[in-house]
């Protein structure tokens, strides 16, 4: 049984459910469990406390508190310890929870901390980078780097609005893609290390967070009626189903990915902007523990 917690709580993302980390704190602490909350502003900070607490020995469990990017955080600064990431899922889309089957209700997350497996999840790395999700460019790159985070934390998924038909309005952009050594070209690409995005949306359902490899989704829209298109394919379920009948959208199961571009092309990975293109991602051999609810199955409830 876990007792001792190091709870790392990113006030700077706008947390959507800031009571969840007040109550499963205090469900930890009803159960004789020790809670250290640490508040911290970037993502940097998160890092790099989460490596001086995987080091120190002091702590069973990091928790991180936050979205896909906190988390993303305190899983950089975790690698080569023994020291298992366990989360609160206070973001917006929550892909990672909504990957391993965790639920935001207090009751689950406290056991969950305290008595839930540890799977070990792969991380690959994008520019060096490692993260958990996805990396990408072109479309959802630019909707992220367009999203007034102050707002997301106020009206949640609703402050993509906006961004989304900014990001429509614009021309498709020209990427030249090279996966494992084989030459593409798209408009739009997403390297994915799971197999959810945006929340509970499937993506890539031929990988998983605990298997080395990626698959690239390459988006060929030349028109915003064919993104469209493609979008909703993706929020129904269908894209699977529409790679193998349309031809638009691609999908290649692959090792190493690169990302090219005539002009410099917003860069995302985790969610967050990740700067322009070019993009390098890479399967990697990398790897942490993650405590995972109970009953799911290699991280994929």
């Not at 206070?90 to 990672?96: D, E, I, K, R, S």
């Not at 593409?184 to 997403?190: G, I, K, L, N, T």
Request: with cysteine; aromatic share 4%; glycine share 10%.
């Amino acid at each position: 049984m876990r007792r001792r917690f190091l709870v790392l709580v990113n006030a700077g993302a706008g947390l959507s459910r800031p009571w969840l980390v007040d109550e499963v704190a205090r469900a930890l602490e009803r159960a004789g469990a020790s809670v250290t909350r640490e508040t911290l502003g970037e993502f940097a900070a998160i890092r790099r406390q989460a490596a001086a607490a995987a080091r120190s020995q002091r702590y069973d469990v990091v928790v991180a508190a936050g979205g896909d990017g906190t988390i993303r955080a305190a899983a950089a600064g975790m690698h080569g310890t023994d020291v298992p990431l366990a989360i609160i899922p206070c973001g917006t889309a929550n892909v990672l929870a909504q990957e391993i089957g965790l639920k935001a209700k207090p009751d689950l997350v406290c056991q969950t901390l305290r008595h839930g497996p540890q799977i070990s999840i792969a991380c690959p790395r994008a520019n060096g980078e490692p993260f958990l999700l996805m990396a990408g460019a072109g479309f959802d790159a630019r909707v992220v780097g367009a999203l007034n985070h102050a707002l997301k934390s106020r009206i949640g998924k609703i402050a993509y609005t906006g961004p989304v038909l900014g990001a429509l309005m614009r021309p498709p952009d020209t990427l030249s893609v090279t996966i494992d050594n084989q030459c593409h070209e798209a408009s739009w690409v997403v390297i994915a290390n799971a197999r959810h995005y945006a929340g509970r949306f499937v993506l890539a359902p031929r990988t998983g967070i605990q298997q080395r490899g990626l698959e690239a989704v390459l988006f060929r829209a030349r028109s915003r009626v064919v993104l469209m298109g493609q979008l909703l394919s993706l929020l129904r379920g269908q894209l699977d189903a529409r790679a193998a009948r349309n031809g638009d959208v691609v999908m290649h199961q692959c090792a190493h990915a690169k990302i090219a571009a005539p002009h410099p092309v917003p860069v995302q990975i985790d969610g967050d902007p990740f700067g322009v293109t070019p993009l390098e991602a890479q399967a990697g051999s990398e790897a942490i523990r993650l405590i995972v609810p109970a009953g799911a199955r290699g991280g994929v409830p």
